[in-house]
């Protein structure tokens, strides 16, 4: 019998997005739309659109398991970004590349950056294939961006981070937005930062406690 995926798509937006106060119209459409099913492996369709993360890389050495983030979390951040039409946006940890797909549906076109070789092969075949033609996939250090595209109208952040690089403040257009999750577990919080007159100043918007992305962990320094 074939999944009625669209009647779960519904169903996510209906309980999980809209009761967690997101109300912008284009980001429920693009849930609406985006099959989050097609951005998963296939064993793990069935659970496209709990309530949870999904494990979409297992730790590999020191760098630790990679996940699909949670609905809720994930709406509510992108609300966060006020996404134009007209923007330029780059996705720092794309994954498997639902994020990237949500936001083109929002933005003029995307960058999509991710460090894990075969998150980013997938990323870019999912994309392909269900014809989300205004997203690039790119491979690279996450911390670093992705400056020879640079400057963007929003950067969104895809994962918890202990510290915020100046790298991403300095590849933000005037008048543009950096939205991440600043701390770990149930002390992360989401900020969101504004370009204004080439200085950068920040806000805490809500407790998120969303998985970190590896390589943002703060430098330790001895103290004697």
């Not at 076109?109 to 460090?115: H, M």
């Not at 980013?120 to 996939?137: M, P, R």
């Not at 370009?195 to 805490?204: L, N, P």
Request: aromatic share 8%; hydrophobic share 40%.
């Amino acid at each position: 019998m074939n999944t009625d995926y669209s009647e779960q798509r519904r169903k996510m937006v209906d309980g999980q997005i809209r009761t967690t106060d997101v109300t912008n119209p284009a980001l429920l459409d693009a849930m609406l739309t985006v099959p989050r099913e097609g951005f998963v492996r296939t064993m793990q369709r069935s659970l496209a659109y709990i309530d949870e993360d999904i494990q979409i890389a297992a730790r590999d050495g020191d760098r630790g398991p990679r996940y699909l983030m949670e609905p809720s979390p994930f709406a509510k951040l992108v609300q966060l970004a006020e996404v134009k039409p007209s923007d330029f946006v780059l996705d720092v940890g794309c994954g498997t590349g639902y994020c990237s797909a949500v936001l083109s549906r929002l933005a003029s076109s995307v960058i999509a950056l991710e460090s894990d070789a075969g998150l980013a092969e997938f990323a870019t075949d999912a994309l392909a294939e269900l014809g989300y033609d205004n997203v690039v996939v790119v491979q690279g250090p996450l911390r670093e961006g992705y400056a020879s595209e640079a400057p963007y109208d929003v950067i969104f952040v895809g994962g918890s981070v202990e510290e915020v690089p100046q790298a991403f403040f300095d590849q933000l257009k005037e008048g543009g937005r950096l939205v991440v999750v600043v701390g770990q577990g149930n002390d992360g919080v989401a900020r969101v930062y504004l370009k204004t007159a080439g200085e950068v100043s920040g806000r805490g918007a809500f407790n998120a406690a969303i998985k970190p992305l590896p390589g943002f962990e703060r430098v330790r320094t001895f103290e004697f």
